[in-house]
């Protein structure tokens, strides 16, 4: 799911003169959080994938960083390119193509999908939402042209942008990061412009006014601390968009290079030696991707209705 497929709703976090609500909001964002079965349990996957890629090398340790190393490891007397599933304790999930461990390589292509998710939906988030604050704020000329730049991006394909940026300047962890945040943003703003619209009439807005509060300083210290809500939600599709989109580029062959990988790598790796009979260097890759955006989309649905004001004044 994008943050195109969001609802605009009113503001959901407290105004000024409003911060004594602001444990009750919270509290009622995590009770009707709670109340999403699904969502809790994404939510213990989430942070299981995290734990398991980012403690997971410490605590399990292989080799991932040497192929012709991983290539000659023998168990059993059997190669471990390719070894099949739990026939070795020491290689529980089998070896991949290149004989690598397949449970240290997901960790190493978890460490990399969850960082490049995360920073790519962070910077989008965070961009699209100035971006849709100041063209609310600003109106008339200002709103116009800067809405019509949103237009312009939202109808270009993202992955069609992607790939030629990739293409030309490598796909490093960096350049991949960077051009995900920086062309997925469109949206974000399109949603925080819909409700900075109707947060600008609001009263303590005119109050700041009055007060000789300048535009900049009404929209980043009220503006967008009052969309908080519709930002986190923004944040957590736009990690799960990232995540996706990596697996994708990874897949035709433009994932992150060795000795490094990701999961979409790991699936196009595995699909060359699929028609031999080694079908299970697929099911590994494919179920984490799997299990982690649909763990962050139902996270997102839930943080949206929690958000939602009338849900908040049940």
């Given at each position: ?12 976090a407290p105004s000024a003169g409003e911060s004594s609500t602001v444990g009750g909001v919270y509290t009622l964002v995590w009770r009707t959080f ?281």
């Open positions: 799911m994008s943050v195109t497929d969001l609802e605009v709703t009113e503001s959901v709670k109340e999403n079965r699904l969502a809790v349990v994404g939510l213990g996957i989430l942070i299981f994938f995290i734990l398991f890629s980012f403690v997971g090398p410490y605590v399990y340790k292989t080799n991932q960083s040497n192929g012709y190393v991983a290539s000659q490891v023998y168990i059993h007397g059997v190669s471990a390119v390719n070894y099949p599933w739990f026939k070795s304790w020491s290689f529980p999930l089998g070896g991949d193509t290149s004989g690598f461990n397949i449970v240290g390589r997901l960790m190493v292509g978890g460490r990399t999908a969850l960082s490049v998710g995360i920073l790519a939906g962070l910077i989008s988030t965070l961009v699209g939402s100035a971006w849709g604050a100041i063209a609310g704020f600003r109106g008339r000329i200002t709103d116009s042209v800067m809405m019509r730049f949103v237009d312009i991006g939202l109808s270009v394909p993202g992955i069609f942008l992607l790939i030629v940026i990739v293409v030309l300047f490598g796909s490093s962890s960096t350049t991949i990061t960077l051009t995900l945040g920086l062309t997925s943003w469109f949206g974000s703003a399109r949603l925080i412009r819909g409700q900075t619209l109707g947060l600008k009439s609001r009263e303590f807005v005119s109050a700041v006014r009055v007060l000789g509060g300048s535009g900049t300083r009404i929209i980043f210290k009220h503006i967008l601390p009052n969309t908080i809500g519709t930002m986190v939600v923004i944040a957590t599709f736009a990690v799960a968009d990232s995540i996706l989109a990596l697996a994708g580029l990874g897949f035709i062959g433009l994932g992150i290079p060795l000795p490094n990988t990701d999961w979409g790598s790991m699936l196009q790796n595995a699909t060359i030696y699929a028609p031999d009979g080694y079908w299970w260097d697929i099911v590994p890759a494919a179920i984490c991707i799997i299990l982690v955006v649909m763990s962050l989309n139902y996270i997102g649905d839930a943080l949206r209705d929690g958000f939602e004001v009338r849900l908040q004044k049940r």
